[in-house]
């Protein structure tokens, strides 16, 4: 029997991040890449953002989550990271689709880095005009 036929997977991703979760029932422990989520995420910034979603659907102590996150930054990876739990719960809990909808946290955010143009120095800065 396949394990994850019953777990509910699901994907977020922000600028390079990309973060894989399964949800299970449980009394609310989180890892990420194999650590407590308080090792993995040292700012509390980044901390708040994760538990955006359970905070507003009150389902912080209802399930275990296990996230896998790859690439980009720390910052990055929790928005990816809050996308994906966001998707979970809305899977888990479809009633819950209207509030998250309404929150924003189930629209990707499209921001990334733009891209280095040539003959300039970034994506925007020139290079200094000199008149002689």
């Known amino acids: 029997m396949d394990t994850n036929a019953t777990k509910p997977q699901s994907l977020g991703r922000r600028k390079n991040a990309i973060a894989r979760i ?7 422990d989180m890892t990420v890449n194999g650590r407590p989520v308080e090792k993995y995420f ?8 994760i538990r955006q979603p359970l905070r507003l659907t009150n389902t912080i102590t ?3 989550i296990q996230g896998n996150v790859c690439g980009g ?8 990271l ?7 719960l809305m899977s888990l809990e479809p009633e ?7 929150n924003g946290y189930l629209t990707r ?3 990334a880095k733009e891209r280095k143009k040539y003959g ?6 020139r290079f200094q005009w000199t008149k002689r």
């Open 96 to 102: 819950l689709k209207d509030i998250l909808r309404k």
């Open 120 to 125: 300039q120095k970034g994506a925007r800065k």
């Open 82 to 88: 809050k996308l994906a739990i966001s998707r979970a």
């Open 109 to 111: 955010d499209p921001r």
């Open 42 to 49: 040292v700012r509390e910034t980044d901390l708040i953002i």
């Open 73 to 80: 930054g720390i910052t990055g990876q929790a928005g990816a």
């Open 62 to 64: 209802k399930y275990d």
């Open 22 to 28: 399964s949800m299970i029932p449980g009394k609310g």
